[in-house]
């Protein structure tokens, strides 16, 4: 009884412009699951046609040109942010669909006259990729592992989650890109090695190390910008043609949507073909109209050193982050035995060359950058299901710092960033004012020392403190990440032994 069958947990990689998913075999094999006979990589697009359709993947990304307003892509960087975030500005400006707060401090985007929540539209994309595993397998697919970026935080790992529960898709599990990589790649090959990856994705970057001993798969820690990926690479083509074209012609192209998308979509284009190729032409034909009605042509050599030199700040702070995790797990460049490449955007020469030059090695080949994270996702899926005789234990990591606000507004760290998960640890807390009978606490994730400048998880209420004089109360705290990097709160009356009620709301910060 080795294949798939109903209640088989799938391994889906949603990511920010592809998604891909796989499904593992009770014999160890893994395969990807094709759409139509074919590609396995799903564009993580939705859009709305004229007529009111919604169209998901490729159908979406055929139409994205002519219908840029009402197509919705990268929303994976806008997933468990609040809106006063900066990033939701800078994704603003680069996208040609409107971004707006949300209605539960979230952020919200418009297609088609209508305001979808960004999980919203993570949903439709975790549908459609459910839809064609069913329609493959055979079976109504029903739960899944979903791979996350590692620098997620837990509101963005939790909206993932939700964003399965609308579409009655059981996310069982939440982990990392990376550790997912690192499955891909060391499981049943019996090694004992430390292998760093750098996952350079369309929209995120991330980099663990992972200690891997036989079916054990420690991650040591790890780092990441999850406002660094291939579309900023776009961008800075983009922004190099838009200067240009200004100054030759004093028209400014950023402001007409249609010549937007059809300069965006040559520069992943051009920028692909320069993986290849040292040379490749940037040309559109007429791209717009001068102000008496003559058409413009947009017309720009581009070369692999130009775009070398546009990017080298990009993969300069992918280099710099490289740096910063090794200090965390106390590594040297020469403890590394494997460089992992995963995402897209490594395979562009230079990234390659300069790791190499990092490292003193090249990196290693033994993962499919596209397809490793799907892979490792669906072979965890397998490990976890009831039937299964595939052991293995995941050892991750939380990404930046947990703790608690304290009075005037600094950082009371519970966890620091790279401490192991699954984790508890409770801490002691009392009243503060007589009489009291809730203890209000506001949690935050992030590495900053003032907690305005880390991001809110929710500010915990809890109930049923007994009332008596400030500082009488002995209560404690408990803070509970697990092992997808998702925490739970709860609190004690110490001297009642009772449970206290919490409630959670998260509001701005
Ligand atoms: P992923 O999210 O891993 O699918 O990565 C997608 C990103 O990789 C996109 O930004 C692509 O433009 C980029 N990409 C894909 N193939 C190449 C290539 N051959 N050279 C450079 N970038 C690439």
Same mark, same amino acid.
Not at 81 to 98: C, L, T, W
């Given at each position: ?9 799938i ?55 002519l ?17 006063k975030?900066?990033?939701?500005e800078?994704v ?6 409107q ?39 055979g ?9 996350v ?13 939700e ?11 939440i ?5 997912a990589a ?8 019996q ?10 994705g ?14 054990v ?6 780092g ?11 961008n ?8 240009g ?24 284009r051009?920028?692909i ?6 040379e490749?032409p940037?040309?559109?034909p007429?791209i ?29 702070r ?6 910063s ?10 403890d ?8 897209g955007?490594t ?7 300069r ?5 003193g090695?090249?990196p ?8 490793a994270v $799907? ?9 976890l ?43 002691? $807390? ?24 880390n ?12 009332p ?12 509970d ?5 998702i ?23």
């Amino acid at each position: 009884m080795n294949s798939p069958g109903p209640g088989t947990i799938i391994g889906i990689d949603l990511g920010t412009t592809n998604s891909c998913a796989a499904v593992a075999f009770g014999d160890g094999q893994v395969k990807l699951i094709p759409y139509k006979g074919g590609d396995s990589i799903i564009p993580s697009i939705f859009a709305i046609d004229d007529k009111g359709n919604e169209l998901i993947g490729h159908e979406a990304k055929r139409q994205w040109q002519l219908n840029p307003r009402n197509t919705l892509y990268a929303t994976k960087r806008l997933i468990g942010r609040a809106p006063k975030d900066d990033v939701v500005e800078s994704v603003q400006r680069s996208v040609q669909y409107q971004v707006h707060a949300g209605t539960e401090n979230d952020v919200a985007v418009d297609c088609h006259g209508r305001a979808f929540h960004v999980h919203e539209v993570s949903a439709k994309i975790l549908h459609k990729i459910r839809d064609v595993a069913s329609d493959h397998l055979g079976f109504k697919v029903s739960r899944a592992v979903v791979t996350v970026p590692a620098y997620f935080t837990d509101r963005q790992r939790q909206a993932v989650k939700e964003a399965g529960r609308l579409v009655d898709l059981d996310v069982v599990r939440i982990i990392n890109e990376p550790t997912a990589a690192a499955l891909a790649y060391g499981l049943g090959k019996q090694l004992t090695e430390r292998v760093l990856v750098y996952d350079l994705g369309g929209g995120t970057f991330d980099v663990s190390i992972i200690e891997i001993r036989d079916r054990v798969f420690e991650v040591k820690a790890t780092g990441g910008d999850i406002f660094l990926g291939g579309i900023d690479f776009d961008n800075a083509m983009i922004r190099h043609v838009l200067d240009g074209f200004q100054a030759k012609h004093g028209i400014d192209l950023s402001t007409d949507p249609v010549a937007m998308q059809r300069i965006k979509d040559l520069a992943e284009r051009t920028k692909i073909d320069l993986s290849a190729r040292t040379e490749a032409p940037f040309s559109i034909p007429f791209i717009t109209m001068t102000s008496q009605g003559q058409p413009l042509n947009l017309d720009v050599k581009f070369d692999r050193k130009l775009l070398e030199k546009l990017t080298h700040p990009l993969v300069d702070r992918t280099l710099k982050i490289v740096g910063s995790v090794m200090v965390d797990a106390g590594v040297t460049a020469a403890d590394i035995d494997e460089v992992m490449l995963v995402g897209g955007q490594t395979r562009m020469p230079i990234v390659q060359e300069r790791l190499t030059r990092f490292f003193g090695k090249p990196p290693s080949k033994g993962v499919h950058p596209d397809e490793a994270v $799907a892979i490792g996702a669906a072979l965890y899926g397998w490990s976890l299901q009831e039937n299964s005789d595939l052991k293995l234990q995941l050892l991750d990591v939380i990404p930046m710092a947990i703790g608690l606000e304290q009075a005037g507004g600094t950082m009371h760290v519970v966890f620091p960033r790279n401490a192991a998960i699954p984790n508890a640890k409770a801490i002691a $807390a009392t009243s503060s004012e007589d009489g009291q009978t809730e203890l209000v606490v506001r949690i935050f994730q992030g590495d900053q020392a003032e907690t305005s400048g880390n991001e809110l998880l929710g500010e915990f209420t809890f109930s049923g403190v007994s009332p008596g004089q400030a500082g009488e109360a002995r209560l404690e705290i408990v803070f509970d990440v697990s092992i997808e990097g998702i925490l739970t709160m709860s609190a004690r009356d110490l001297d009642s032994g009772r449970q206290m009620r919490t409630t959670v709301r998260v509001t701005s910060s």
